[in-house]
């Protein structure tokens, strides 16, 4: 079994940074695929950030310029270093990995965090 533990969230005033980090422990062999996805209120979950193990990375349009996802493989932690935040960047902020549980199968399964609240004032 895996866990991802995410941390890091909090209250900010517009224009203001904040660093949300993501460790992940338990059965892990291998991570694949790190990102962060976030969900306001009312609306649906969707991608902020991703990045592969490789550290090629993905944003979407709305962060891009302003957010930098980074990992440390070694440690099993992604990261995402949220600038210039604005209000419309309130929301929960989930951890999301591909992970290889097992040394005999190559199948990864889908991990998620529980998550952490962002919320920016204006």
């Known amino acids: 079994q895996v866990q991802l533990v995410e941390s890091g969230g909090g209250l900010v005033e517009a224009g203001g940074s904040l660093r949300l980090s993501c460790v992940a422990s338990?059965?892990?062999?291998?991570?694949?695929?790190m990102a962060w996805y976030r969900q306001a209120p009312g609306k649906e979950r969707e991608l902020a950030a991703a990045?592969?193990?490789?550290?090629?990375?993905n944003y979407s349009d709305s962060v891009k310029g302003r957010f930098t996802i980074s990992r440390d493989n070694a440690e099993n932690m992604v990261y995402l270093q949220m600038n210039r935040l604005k209000s419309e960047d309130t929301a929960v902020y989930y951890c999301?990995?591909?992970?290889?549980?097992?040394?005999?199968?190559?199948?990864?399964?889908?991990?998620w965090g529980r998550g952490t609240q962002v919320t920016v004032s204006s």
């Open positions: 999301y990995a591909a992970v290889r549980s097992s040394a005999v199968s190559s199948k990864s399964f889908d991990s």
């Open positions: 990045i592969t193990r490789g550290g090629d990375t």
């Open positions: 338990g059965s892990v062999v291998r991570i694949y695929i």
